[in-house]
């Protein structure tokens, strides 16, 4: 069993600031489904406390306003890190950007370094946003203004 902090550490939080990968992993309390997706759009605003972005129609909107339990995973360091938090959905769906999104604060419980033993992460993966590069700066602009200005 790895060793649980209780805080992102800096450079965690300097990650964390929408341009890493980031799982989320949540559990329908109804059905039992275990449900995932991959996010870009998170940013770590203290070492508690994590913001993210996600369509307003998704399911996770509504799974997490029942049940707010959740695991964030993400590389940083040589290394897969596991976020256990709590979800408070600040924003439903906003309004005057060119995306209907939801606002989601994720309140950090317990992290845990959660790479097999023996294993390091060589290189951190990369990705490209497929759109049009008028609309990457716009949108990105528009989520980071969005969820750090969130009370």
């Known amino acids: ?3 649980v902090i209780a805080e992102l550490s800096p450079e965690m939080v300097q990650q964390l ?15 039992g489904d ?3 997706t991959c996010l870009s759009w998170v940013y770590a ?4 406390a994590i913001r993210f972005a996600i369509d307003a129609k998704s399911d996770f909107v509504q799974i997490l306003q029942q049940d707010p339990r959740l695991i964030m995973n993400f590389i ?3 290394t897969v890190f596991s976020v256990k938090g709590k979800a ?6 906003t309004e ?20 097999f033993y023996g294993g390091k ?18 949108l990105d602009d528009e989520m980071r203004t969005a969820l750090n200005s969130l009370p």
């Open 88 to 93: 408070a959905v600040k924003v439903a769906k």
């Open 76 to 78: 940083v360091q040589e």
């Open 34 to 36: 275990i449900y995932s």
């Open 96 to 115: 005057g950007l060119t995306l209907k999104m939801a606002l989601i604060e994720v309140t950090v419980e317990e992290i845990r370094d959660i790479m």
């Open 121 to 138: 992460i060589v290189t951190q993966p990369a990705f490209v946003k497929t759109y049009k590069e008028d609309l990457i700066k716009k």
């Open 45 to 48: 605003v203290s070492p508690t």
């Open 1 to 3: 069993m790895s060793k």
């Open 17 to 31: 600031q929408g341009q890493n990968i980031v799982f989320l992993n949540i559990v329908n309390r109804e059905t």
